[in-house]
């Protein structure tokens, strides 16, 4: 059973900081890795979505990293604004449509 | 493409009631989930339809639950009847599929925010 780990669960960083999520999985065999972003009370929001056979993916202040054989991601924000305070979810689908989601981490973005 | 419409969005019900929620998927999207948000488990994976098919409610936690999906653009979850202790948050998602192209995006409805009291 596929099982999807982030660390840390909470993160406070000061605004203007470059900071990095991490997402583990235990099993290596994926199609691909998605991002998300979670509002308070609301729906998911797509960031970034890696397939098996890429490295990283980027989207303007947004860097995701693959490495299948190691089970983890990584999604680097670089120069961190408040508006970036939200809760960050890792899913990977291991197999046909079927996704695990991590808990997710909690990111606050201090002025 | 407005999304993936959810309703209704809130939803207090008392215990022993009946409880349906709907879900319509984005248009051309023939895979739908229906995901459970708790605080304590997270997002869980309750049961997913490809091209209208059931493929897997291993997810679904009790015999209270059940999900349908008539056509391609409805689908509904049911809880009768519902408990306390499922009070949480229900997220629908679709996304398009093809054996070719299984790579693809998952996009989320704004989700349906139950309480049974």
């Known amino acids: 059973k596929q099982e999807v780990t982030q660390i840390p669960a909470a993160l406070s960083v000061p605004e203007g900081e470059n900071l990095v999520l991490n997402c583990s999985f235990t099993d290596s065999a994926i199609y691909n890795l998605q991002w998300f972003r979670q509002d308070p009370g609301k729906g998911l929001t797509s960031l970034l979505l890696?397939?098996?056979?890429?490295r990283e993916q980027t989207s303007g202040r947004l860097n995701a990293s693959l490495d299948k054989s190691s089970g983890r991601s990584t999604l680097y924000i670089a120069a961190s604004q408040p508006g970036d305070s939200a809760t960050y979810l890792c899913?990977?689908?291991?197999?046909?449509?079927?996704?695990?989601f991590g808990i997710g981490t909690k990111l606050q973005v201090i002025p | 493409d407005a999304g993936v419409i959810q309703s209704p969005r809130h939803e207090v019900t008392e215990m022993g009631q009946e409880v349906t929620l709907r879900c319509k998927p984005i248009?051309?999207?023939?895979?739908l989930f229906w995901y459970r948000q708790t605080m304590m488990r997270g997002l869980e994976l309750l049961i997913y339809f490809n091209n209208n098919v059931p493929i897997d409610d291993s997810g679904m936690p009790e015999d209270r639950f059940s999900a349908k999906m008539p056509n391609a653009s409805f689908s509904t979850l049911k809880i009768q009847p519902s408990e306390p202790r499922d009070s949480a948050v229900y997220f629908c998602?679709?996304?398009?599929?093809?054996?070719?192209?299984?790579?693809?995006?998952?996009?989320f409805g704004q989700g349906t925010r139950l309480t049974v009291v």
């Open positions: 899913a990977v689908r291991p197999g046909y449509q079927k996704v695990t």
């Open positions: 890696i397939q098996s056979s890429q």
């Open positions: 248009s051309g999207h023939n895979s």
């Open positions: 998602a679709s996304t398009g599929n093809s054996f070719l192209r299984m790579n693809t995006e998952a996009f």
